[in-house]
């Protein structure tokens, strides 16, 4: 412990560590039982704050908040450990690895140990002591062995890094583009969606599937774009390809139609992380006067900067064009001025050309009553929901036709009723 504080001023690549709030209380901490000159109330209410702290952080061992927050530290080392730029014996591993073995000490520091010197500081005061032995013991996972000596183990986070990410991408999955602050929002609660759940669209789910491994790879992936009508499955299936491959490095970026013209930002962002990410595009539409489509047009193809090995585009629309065209846009094809027919063809071709560049145009359907039927079926059978089938089927058709017609979004609010009365029913 005497060693530990030069020690700790001596990191610089783990430095944002240090700026942790719990691990900036328990600096404090350390500083004050090396200061013989601090009372009993200064040392106490330090060794506390250092719990609140962990408890802000919704953790209570400082051993797991430690070793989750080296984990989820971005830098240099971390970075090219997510890019695959790095091995074990490069020299900024070596110092990583030294790093982590100061930081795997702080994480060790044993609170029966403060505690003694605490009461050893104050040993004629038995009230000082009785409140010493009665402060919560915010480390009790040091005093099992390790599992593992964090800087012998360098490899395995450079893999882990590798697989994960660094920073904000190793904790999640999800993320929302925040065009006024040009930064990624973690999503906390993500839709937990998953393929599996998604029935009755098995063709439009094996081509999507298929493009994402592909992009994946490191192949060259196409953008999609999902056209059909309004709650069939085109954004849930986006978001559960998300769940499915986010082990596999893949992250989601739902970019808000407002900032579509910020996204050449976004890749400049992303274009030179380690993970691949989709930039998602819900409800895509554009009116005659708006100008993001150009901005998007660019980025799909034909902009002077290539878009990025790591970065694809999903999209999803109830429009086929996504543009929306007025007959008045038409008038130059009956004009007797040669100049009006150019530029309606021109305004029109130029709308049209939009979701042309969309590699892959995958389409979904309303489903039909039989069909609607079926998913039904399939929801209610996954919730494990107890009730006669003709009921079911009775209840699901009044649902649809008080609501929002045939759909997988109708047949699934229809089932979260459900469940709901059916629970209510038992009570």
Not at 27 to 39: A, F, H, P, Q, T
Not at 127 to 134: A, F, L, S, Y
Not at 302 to 311: A, L, Q, S
Not at 373 to 396: F, Y
Request: a negative charge.
């Amino acid at each position: 412990m005497n060693t530990l504080l030069p020690e700790l001023s001596s990191l610089s690549i783990y430095i944002n560590i240090l700026e942790d709030t719990a691990v900036k209380k328990l600096v404090g901490l350390l500083k004050l039982i090396r200061d013989e000159s601090s009372n009993s109330e200064e040392l106490i209410k330090a060794y506390s704050e250092v719990f609140a702290a962990l408890l802000t952080n919704h953790r209570i061992n400082l051993y797991q908040h430690i070793e989750d927050i080296t984990l989820q530290d971005e830098n240099i080392f971390t970075l090219f450990c997510e890019k695959g730029k790095i091995h074990a014996d490069d020299p900024l591993a070596k110092q990583a690895a030294a790093e982590l073995g100061i930081l795997q000490k702080l994480a060790e520091l044993s609170c029966t140990e403060i505690k003694n010197i605490m009461k050893d500081r104050f040993s004629g005061n038995t009230e000082i002591n009785r409140i010493i032995d009665n402060l919560p013991d915010w480390n009790t996972l040091c005093e099992r062995e390790p599992n593992t000596q964090w800087d012998a183990d360098v490899g395995s986070r450079i893999l882990w890094h590798r697989k994960n990410g660094a920073g904000l991408f190793c904790k999640h999955v999800f993320f929302i583009y925040d065009g006024a602050s040009q930064t990624l929002s973690p999503v906390k609660n993500p839709d937990p969606i998953t393929l599996d759940r998604l029935y009755l669209v098995d063709r439009q789910k094996e081509m999507a599937v298929k493009n994402t491994l592909i992009f994946l790879s490191g192949k060259t992936a196409n953008n999609i774009l999902f056209y059909g009508d309004r709650g069939t499955g085109k954004s849930s299936m986006v978001k559960a390809l998300a769940n499915e491959f986010g082990e596999k490095g893949l992250r989601l970026v739902e970019v808000p139609k407002r900032y579509l013209s910020q996204i050449p930002k976004i890749t400049s962002l992303l274009s030179d992380r380690g993970l691949k990410f989709i930039l998602f595009i819900d409800d895509l539409a554009f009116g005659n006067n708006e100008e993001e489509y150009t901005a998007l047009k660019a980025v799909l193809e034909g902009g002077i900067e290539h878009r990025p090995d790591n970065i694809l585009l999903y999209a999803t629309t109830n429009r086929r064009h996504i543009v929306k065209e007025k007959f008045s846009d038409r008038r130059g094809f009956y004009s007797d001025n040669p100049d009006d027919e150019v530029r309606a063809r021109d305004a029109i071709q130029e709308k049209l050309s939009l979701s042309d560049r969309f590699g892959i145009t995958i389409v979904f359907s309303s489903p039909i009553k039989k069909e609607y039927l079926q998913i039904v079926h399939k929801m209610a059978e996954d919730r494990n929901l107890k009730i006669d089938p003709v009921l079911l089927e009775q209840k699901a058709m009044q649902w649809e036709m008080a609501y929002n017609g045939m759909s997988p979004r109708t047949a699934r609010q229809f089932i979260d009723w459900l469940e709901g009365e059916l629970d209510l029913s038992f009570q």
